[in-house]
């Protein structure tokens, strides 16, 4: 339930409080208006029902003013309550009576509630728990209650795996559970079947065993490194195996158990962090968090970044499509079946009294557990053409009821499909029918089909990619708001689903994304379903928040299975212009769009340009023309929007790459090539991937377009040795920047090209000895940091050599991010053979004398990039705490603690206290504070006379300590946030 109070209350706070003159209730009713109109276009859906109360006559709100409101709804689904005798008879209350789209009730609405409260059938305990008094949730051998604000908070974007889940069926007759297994086999996409997976109808798989062990061994060992993905073609059992892990995991009590279906939306971090802190806080529990997203790697590796950086002991289990990176953390699906499970298979069936086909080893194929789901015909063309007829059948039906003439009794509330297209002015005996030629309808434009046509050509272009359509884009892409009754319908035809998703949004679909896929192959020629996909573009209203709401989110989910980052790229690339005109066309006519709708706009065209290219369909001005034009669009939407980090990165990133199309264009152009164009835009590329570095230092795309935009610029042989050396530079450095380690698979493979391609590079005549000690007499930092790059290549005293050179240079040099983290690393290498800030728990065998020389070294840096910066801080606070100055390292420390929100190394603990032989040092100790949910203290060190901070979990999950109470002896550890007592144990475990 959503309250609503128009013109404000006495208890709201002063921005909501009624207004007291004329001048305020005029802007107080411009407000109230704008609301009425938010309450009917989107948040009172055809399922919905408006309440009113307190209303009367003589209201800021006149009867005038109610009635055309009221005209927006659907009938019955305005209720108001305590109406009074004078405003039964106002004549627009009365005409709102007479028409239906207002039912009066002289009872105020607390007596009604009251009423069904007393009849039993409403509870006011369970209000919002879907009708469950309590969520439990297995933990150990025990149960623990998911509180209310927990579980509304997570429900939006994750499914906890509770107790209701967990309970299988009743026992039942043979026939009831032959019913029942039918039932699951032929349950549509979306909600997954838990009580029947719970009941073990489902079919295990060979991966399930290996995929169950991973997940035990890493929630065990508290190890989240890196995501766990399943990667395998359609209908290989994987969405079904994901279930039923997470059913497993849960009744074990090991782990609180998120789970998120297919759908498109991405999981909010902020949620997901706020169930696995209270999991953790409350009950000691890790969580497991299985998303059934069917996105590309990539996506599970950035989350898993993100929630490692902010300390959450989470493990991520993805799916996504077959991949051929072999990798620990892929667990592949073969679509041939093996052996046993072509044996079990028949086992399995036979145990549920379904017959097996005699040929079952011979005709089983890739498809069978998708025929199977179904229990369709054997062969995918009869399968099509079976579901084209049913799909037809329903179109043929949806029309014939269009065109019955409507009751005659105007009492009567109509619930065909007739009226309902009768009122969204639709006039069907001007179009087609959908018994057309099969032939025909594949090639017909989206306006030359009829309606009924065009609404299923939108949920198949939806539907293949498993994609559910908000209700309001598909009313609004129909016509008219009339069309909302159509929607009462849609669940008379199987063929379609509607629903509410699980944040409340009414949604549209097919039945399953098989189904759709076929008939999308029946039905949509690649022209069709592009012009489809373009008449949703335009007809989207995104939302004024930082996400854009459900439509704008729905159009990024769509456009990633159809633009440059989907697997069908050539199916559709000859239309990135067609689709980024429609993204245009919706910003020019409403004077403004989302970000998120910009990112999709620029790069469907810059790609578009990447591709002709190669094919000259277009001459180089025009398409210089195109990629200036969204420069522009990044850059005002960059300075103007309320961005959030992670999308300005995207914003960042995308505008370098669209810079650095522009080099590429410039490259190829043989006539008119101006170097002076080449090198100021490979400046605002350098300007726009530092900027995006600094909101994400371990970020790899910003560094990639470095990596690919420079060959191209050097490519033009007009730039000067300063520049060549200078672009160079820039690319070795944010290369070498990149922990390869911390990739995912297919980030790795790209590094793995542009290090080749920085290989073939460093042989320039730009970078040879000569030019660089020119160079480097003007005091230019790209050779300061070559010169210096290639004597390190001599082993220690080399690196000597470059240490002492770069420590000379003047300040402007070692203020280059470049020359400064070259410093530091080759500092750090020199004295301990290792890379800085990498590992775990490293031991230093360092004296006082060294730690003054990581300060020296840490101070003779004037400055470096924002999102470098971080290393000096750590190399600072380190060297201070050592030095015994430690209020002023952890003033250091709490300011870095700040800086590091995103890094995913933030909470690492890379360095342990050493004595100056190398070993950890011991340190005892009491408690000086703590708080009661053994999250967080402070403890005193005896032998530092300071205080560290600690957290009592980790000494002990049950027996938190408190003020005064002795600690065990301890290390010192140091991640981002600073220096903190660590438990001694014998098998070191990485938590966090």
């Not at 579901?387 to 065909?416: F, V």
């Amino acid at each position: 339930m959503q309250l609503r109070f128009l013109f404000g209350g006495l208890g709201l706070p002063d921005d909501e409080r009624p207004p007291l003159d004329v001048i305020e209730e005029a802007e107080a009713r411009s407000k109230a208006m704008e609301t009425l109109r938010t309450v009917a276009d989107s948040l009172i859906t055809p399922r919905g029902v408006l309440v009113i109360e307190g209303y009367g006559t003589g209201d800021w709100l006149s009867t005038r003013e109610l009635f055309a409101f009221l005209g927006r709804l659907q009938p019955g689904q305005a209720h108001l309550f305590s109406a009074s005798p004078e405003v039964l008879e106002d004549p627009f209350v009365t005409a709102a009576l007479g028409r239906g789209t207002l039912i009066a009730h002289t009872g105020t609405f607390a007596a009604a509630l009251k009423e069904l409260e007393e009849s039993g059938r409403f509870q006011r305990e369970s209000a919002g728990r879907g009708g469950a008094a309590r969520r439990l949730i297995a933990v150990e051998d025990g149960f623990a209650e998911i509180d209310v604000s927990t579980w509304n908070r997570v429900i939006g974007a994750a499914r906890p795996v509770d107790v209701e889940l967990l309970t299988p069926f009743a026992k039942a007759s043979q026939a009831v559970t032959y019913q029942r297994f039918r039932t699951f086999l032929g349950a549509s996409e979306g909600a997954p079947p838990w009580r029947a997976i719970a009941s073990g109808f489902s079919f295990a798989r060979d991966f399930q065993a290996d995929l169950l062990e991973k997940v035990q061994t890493a929630l065990a060992e508290l190890v989240a490194q890196e995501p766990l993905v399943v990667a395998g073609q359609t209908a290989t059992g994987k969405s079904i195996a994901l279930c039923d892990l997470a059913l497993r995991v849960a009744r074990s009590g090991k782990a609180a158990v998120l789970h998120r279906s297919r759908r498109g939306d991405r999981p909010s971090l902020a949620e997901i962090e706020a169930f696995a802190t209270w999991a953790d806080e409350n009950h000691g529990l890790p969580t497991l968090f299985v998303w059934d997203g069917m996105v590309e790697t990539d996506e599970y590796y950035t989350l898993q970044r993100q929630l490692r950086s902010r300390g959450q002991r989470v493990l991520i289990v993805g799916s996504t499509y077959y991949i051929r990176e072999r990798t620990s953390g892929i667990i592949r699906v073969e679509a041939a079946l093996s052996p046993r499970e072509l044996r079990e298979i028949r086992r399995w069936l036979l145990e549920y009294g379904v017959h097996v086909p005699s040929d079952l080893g011979t005709s089983l194929d890739s498809s069978f557990l998708a025929l199977l789901y179904r229990v369709l015909p054997e062969t995918e063309r009869s399968l099509r053409r079976g579901l084209a007829l049913e799909m037809r059948t329903a179109e043929n039906r949806l029309e014939k009821l269009a065109r019955m003439r409507p009751s005659e009794d105007p009492g009567t509330r109509l619930t065909s499909v007739a009226q309902a297209l009768k009122d969204a002015g639709f006039e069907f005996d001007t179009v087609a029918p959908s018994d057309r030629p099969h032939a025909e309808l594949k090639t017909l434009s989206f306006e030359e089909r009829s309606s009924t046509e065009r609404f299923t050509s939108i949920t198949l272009v939806a539907g293949r990619r498993g994609l559910l359509i908000p209700l309001e884009l598909v009313l609004r892409v129909l016509g008219a708001a009339g069309m909302g009754r159509v929607v009462e319908l849609v669940k008379d035809f199987d063929i379609f689903r509607w629903e509410a998703d699980e944040a409340g949004n009414e949604v549209i679909g097919a039945r399953t994304q098989l189904e759709a896929e076929l008939m999308a192959r029946e039905d949509l020629s690649v022209g069709a379903e592009v012009e489809t996909a373009s008449q949703m573009i335009l007809n989207l209203r995104p939302s004024p928040t930082r996400s854009g709401g459900p439509e704008v989110q729905f159009a990024v989910d769509l456009m990633e299975t159809m633009g440059p980052q989907s697997r069908g790229t050539s199916r559709y690339s000859q239309h990135y212009l067609n689709l980024a005109t429609s993204f245009r066309d919706l910003r020019e006519s409403m004077s403004w769009t989302h970000h998120r709708l910009v990112l999709l706009e620029v790069n469907l065209t810059r790609e578009h340009v990447l591709k002709v290219q190669k094919n000259g369909r277009s001459g180089g001005p025009e398409r210089i023309a195109l990629l200036q034009e969204m420069q522009h669009l990044l850059e005002d939407t960059l300075e103007e929007a309320d961005i959030a980090p992670r999308s300005r990165l995207n914003l960042l990133v995308e505008l370098a790459s669209t810079m650095g199309a522009q080099v590429f264009e410039l490259a190829g152009m043989k006539e008119d090539l101006d170097a002076d164009t080449i090198v100021s835009l490979m400046e605002e590329v350098t300007r726009a991937v530092l900027a995006a570095r600094a909101l994400d230092p371990e970020s790899v795309y910003p560094v990639d377009v470095v990596a690919w935009a420079t060959p191209k610029a050097l490519s033009t042989q007009l730039l000067p040795d300063t520049v060549k050396v200078d672009l160079l530079a820039n690319m070795q450095a944010s290369l070498d920047s990149i922990d390869a380690d911390s990739l995912s698979p297919n980030q790795r493979a790209k590094y793995s090209l542009r290090q080749t391609e920085m290989a073939r590079l460093l042989g320039n005549p730009a970078l040879e000895a000569r030019h660089l000690q020119a160079l480097m007499d003007n005091e230019d930092p790209a050779a300061y940091y070559f010169l210096a790059r290639k004597a390190a290549e001599e082993g220690d005293e080399g690196k000597r050599v470059a240490i002492d050179s770069l420590k000379q240079a003047p300040k402007e040099v070692r203020a280059d991010w470049r020359c400064s983290r070259l410093l530091l690393n080759l500092f750090w290498q020199l004295k301990t053979g290792k890379d800085f800030l990498r590992g775990e728990r490293e031991v230093l065998a360092f004296g006082l004398e060294d730690w003054n020389e990581c300060l020296a070294i840490a101070d003779v840096v004037p400055t470096s990039a924002d999102f470098d910066r971080y290393r000096l801080d750590f190399l600072r606070g380190l060297s201070l705490f050592h030095l015994g100055s430690f209020k002023a390292s952890d003033a250091v420390f709490q300011q870095l603690d700040r800086e590091s929100q995103d890094l995913s190394s933030r909470v690492v603990a890379t360095y342990l206290a050493s004595t100056p032989e190398g070993k950890a040092a011991v340190y005892t100790g009491r408690v000086t504070w703590a708080t009661p949910d053994g999250r967080r203290g402070k403890a005193w060190v005896d032998q530092l006379s300071t205080e560290v901070a600690f957290i009592p979990q980790r000494f002990s999950v049950t027996d938190f300590r408190r003020k005064n109470d002795v600690l065990p002896s301890f290390h010192i550890a140091f991640n981002m946030r600073g220096a903190l007592a660590d438990p001694i144990r014998k098998i070191r475990r990485s938590e966090r």
